[in-house]
């Protein structure tokens, strides 16, 4: 995919970077670059991508737009960006980071320029991916190059990730600012992107789509191989694997695979443990691809459950059923949780449905806005969040099942078109 952010298309935009200017001492290999065909407003500009020959909105500059505004509201001369899936989504720049002590890059948005700062392993990376970016590489940490910025950018007062940016990191950005305004405030926010993010356009809203439908093919295949004497170890292996072969990116989180007893935990880790006759096996899994996540449950059924089993199974399909029929924008989150809830509370299983009822999904598989008792949202048009009811039973097992749905101003889609559940 070739991009075009200068408004000029594919063939007048140069990759090729130049030096600007020097942003640390003589010789230490920081500095910044900007793509050569950065125009005006880049970043803001109408941008196109161009792929497979069709030209497509590039929805970056609108993103950065935007922030600008919640930055304005905030009283902040920039943002500082540490998170992997907020740094991607308002620059375009796809590379992960592997570990929490580990980073690819920041991204700095003033209300007039937007830097992104990473060093040299992912230098030709950034250049690519993020041309209406001036590039800051730096050497040992961002703290060096940080003083020039904040210099050029007027930066006095930057709000930063709290939830994310890590106390080593948050030194190196305070002693910057203090260098260059003795009186600087870094102050903390909680999801300022992540507002952003919440709601998803029309292009995202797709690749979810394709994510799922990867997902359920690869949960529809292996179906039948839940069955005795396999073990949920090589049911979680066989799900990565086919996701991989049929073009995802991986899967979006480690694959939940809880048979029998193991049920009971919502969280369970796959195990040696073979499945045994007569019990349920519980899968939660998902793909990732293109960089958006999906995420679905089932619980597979015995041919002959125990009656208990089968109880709650259908206590708690109902209350998916139920919950989902309440979703549409305006309803506040926890009156969509609530009738979930108050429907496995009624059949004597409440407190054994102690989860939300789900959460938002997109670049990452958990994200605003959460679905539990607490902390309300307003729905809005074009969010996607899960449906996820359970009950465990200790000792005995347990049911959860989860789809995907995108709110709409009537009620929600619901996005599944994998069917799976249990009809007996």
């Known amino acids: 995919m070739l991009r075009a952010r200068c408004g000029s298309g594919p063939a007048e935009c140069r990759e090729t970077a130049k030096p600007q200017s020097r942003t640390s001492g003589e010789g230490s290999g920081d500095e910044t670059r900007e793509c050569a065909c950065r125009g005006e407003d880049t970043a803001g500009a109408a941008v196109y991508d161009y792929m497979e020959g069709e030209m497509v909105r590039n929805p970056f500059g609108d993103r950065l737009s935007r922030l600008r505004g919640l930055m304005e509201e905030q009283e902040l001369d920039a943002f500082f960006v540490s998170v992997p899936e907020n740094r991607y989504y308002v620059s375009g720049y796809e590379a992960e980071d592997h570990h929490s002590t580990e980073t690819s890059g920041y991204v700095l948005v003033t209300a007039s320029d937007q830097y992104l700062l990473t060093d040299f392993r992912y230098e030709e990376e950034a250049k690519r991916e993020s041309p209406g970016f001036r590039l800051v590489i730096y050497s040992q940490g961002p703290g060096a190059v940080l003083r020039d910025v904040f210099t050029e950018a007027g930066c006095r007062r930057i709000g930063f990730e709290g939830h994310h940016l890590v106390f080593k990191t948050f030194r190196e950005v305070e002693e910057a600012l203090k260098a260059v305004s003795p009186s600087g405030v870094l102050e903390p926010f909680e999801n300022l992107v992540e507002q952003l993010r919440v709601v998803k356009d029309a292009f995202e809203v797709e690749r979810i789509r394709t994510s799922l439908a990867l997902a359920e093919r690869v949960l529809e295949d292996i179906w039948e191989t839940i069955r005795p004497g396999v073990k949920e170890k090589e049911i979680a292996w066989?799900?990565?694997?086919?996701?991989?072969?049929?073009?995802?990116?991986?899967?979006?989180?480690?694959?939940?695979?809880?048979?029998?007893?193991?049920?009971?935990?919502?969280?369970?880790?796959?195990?040696?443990?073979?499945?045994?006759?007569?019990?349920?096996?519980?899968?939660?899994?998902?793909?990732?691809?293109?960089?958006?996540?999906?995420?679905?449950?089932?619980?597979?059924?015995?041919?002959?459950?125990?009656?208990?089993?089968?109880?709650?199974?259908?206590?708690?399909?109902?209350?998916?059923?139920?919950?989902?029929?309440?979703?549409?924008?305006?309803m506040n989150s926890m009156a969509v949780d609530a009738v979930a809830r108050d429907l496995i509370s009624g059949a004597g299983y409440g407190d054994r449905f102690g989860h939300g009822l789900g959460h938002g999904v997109g670049l990452a598989v958990h994200e605003p806005p959460g679905l539990r008792k607490s902390n309300g949202t307003v729905l809005k048009e074009n969010m996607i969040v899960t449906i996820e009811p359970g009950v465990y039973l200790p000792e005995f097992g347990g049911v959860r099942l989860e789809n995907m749905v995108r709110v709409t101003g009537s009620g929600c889609e619901v996005l599944n078109t994998a069917d799976l559940f249990y009809k007996r």
Request: aromatic letters at 4%; hydrophobic letters at 40%; glycine letters at 10%.
């Open 238 to 330: 066989e799900i990565e694997r086919l996701i991989r072969e049929r073009g995802g990116d991986g899967i979006s989180f480690p694959s939940i695979v809880a048979a029998g007893a193991n049920g009971a935990l919502p969280h369970a880790v796959p195990t040696d443990r073979e499945i045994e006759g007569g019990e349920a096996v519980t899968v939660d899994m998902g793909a990732k691809l293109d960089r958006y996540c999906s995420d679905i449950t089932r619980t597979k059924m015995p041919d002959n459950p125990h009656p208990r089993l089968l109880e709650i199974y259908r206590i708690v399909r109902e209350a998916q059923l139920a919950a989902q029929d309440a979703v549409r924008a305006g």
